[in-house]
């Protein structure tokens, strides 16, 4: 039996999945497997037993991924599972930068009480005037899930669509329309869109991307929307650029103690994957991914550790190696195996950065002495009978 323990509450369209070869536990400290949303592991101690962390949505900032590769713990996530949802915040994040309907409902509930509200609209309305967004030029800046999503929104409502991605895969290219104008200077987006949408992923080398160089380069009056990470976002250059002009609206999903007080922004309390289809998706996808690994020993969509799928098992045994991704370790594992007259049916190698994953079916089962003398080697941080 497979104990299973929830962080954060999980749609049941996902814990329904599970069969009943499979537990919910109330301890963390006694679970194979744990499903998180926002909860922060990072102060957590990780059970020795603890197989694999599937996160219930695309960001694992909440989860120490170094941490968890080093024990040989995979960390899923859910790419792709909440896109609609976000894209379409990121559409009305648009729209309410482009026309002040903030500011008409705020105007409506501060005159509430006028008995002539309706003609009082017809002299206060053109204060909150704005602008269509319908030829347009819009720069989505990441082209994964969600940019290639709103991408191909913001073509199909007429804007002129700029995307940029040095990083973008085949499937990413196959999803955008053909509307959209793949570009590969993200200069040209700085200096040519109204409208820049960021959806790229928070490392170092995207920290205050959003800065004072980078906005110097952009058109007066630009609006900016940040519905990946806050900070992507340098606060203190935005909230210059806003008190010029040079930047017309800041719309953010990640309201905080700065943003909140900043001039002409529009601040949205974290609601891109919020919604009951988004949540759904996510636990239905986390869920599957870590059954699929707990029982075949299969990578998908981990974050720490490289893609593998091997399928079923079909012979006596199957047998995961997490390790270094170092010199001669598939050398060192097939000798031990082969010293123990094992003999190996199908095997796979992949590597990611400082990690490698080796999955190996065999034609009889391995003894135990075999299996510890394969932890014993150096640089092996995991090997786990799957069958």
């Known amino acids: 039996m497979m104990k299973l323990h929830c962080l954060n509450p999980i749609s049941k369209f ?3 999945l599970l069969t009943d070869g499979y537990e919910i536990t109330d301890q963390a400290a006694e679970a194979e497997g744990i499903l998180v949303r926002s909860a922060s592991m ?5 059970p020795k037993q603890l197989l694999a962390i599937a996160r219930a949505g695309a960001g694992v900032n909440n989860i120490p991924l170094d941490v968890c590769a080093e024990k040989g713990i995979v960390v899923f996530n859910t790419p792709g599972a909440n896109a609609n949802g976000v894209k379409e915040l990121v559409l009305a994040g648009l729209l309410l930068a482009s026309r002040d309907v903030v500011g008409g409902i705020q105007w409506c509930q501060e005159n509430k009480e006028d008995e002539n509200i309706s003609k ?33 929104a913001g073509a199909a409502l007429g804007m002129e669509v700029y995307g940029y991605d040095p990083f973008i895969s085949v499937n990413a290219a196959w999803m955008l329309s053909r509307a959209v104008k793949h570009i590969t200077s993200v200069e040209n987006i700085y200096q040519e869109c109204d409208y820049i949408t960021v959806h790229v992923p928070l490392m170092d080398a995207t920290k205050k991307m959003i800065n004072e160089d980078t906005i110097a380069s952009m058109k007066d009056g630009v609006v900016v929307l940040n519905f990946a990470r806050d900070l992507l976002v340098d606060d203190e250059a935005m909230e210059k650029a806003l008190e010029s002009g040079k930047v017309r609206r800041y719309v953010t999903d990640f309201p905080n103690p700065k943003s909140v007080h900043m001039k002409h922004v529009i601040a949205i309390p974290h609601l891109g994957a919020s919604t009951e289809e988004s949540e759904d998706n996510c636990a239905v996808m986390a869920v599957k991914e870590m059954m699929d690994y707990l029982e075949n020993g299969n990578i998908k969509n981990s974050v720490n550790y490289p893609s593998c799928d091997m399928g079923v098992c079909h012979t006596a045994s199957r047998v995961a190696v997490m390790h270094k991704n170092i010199p001669n370790m598939i050398g060192q594992i097939t000798g031990i195996l082969a010293s123990q007259g094992v003999n190996i049916s199908d095997m796979t190698n992949k590597s990611r950065d400082k990690y490698a994953y080796t999955l190996l ?12 003398k394969l ?10 009978v799957v069958k």
């Open 14 to 16: 996902g814990t329904e």
């Open 42 to 46: 990072h102060e957590m101690d990780m």
């Open 120 to 152: 009082s609209v017809e002299k206060s309305k053109k204060a909150f005037a704005g602008y269509e967004i319908k030829g347009k030029k819009l720069g989505v800046i990441g082209l994964g899930a969600i940019g290639a999503e709103v991408a191909n």
């Open 361 to 372: 079916d065999l034609e009889s089962v391995a003894e135990e002495s075999t299996i510890q």
């Open 375 to 384: 932890k014993e080697v150096k640089g092996i941080l995991r090997v786990r």
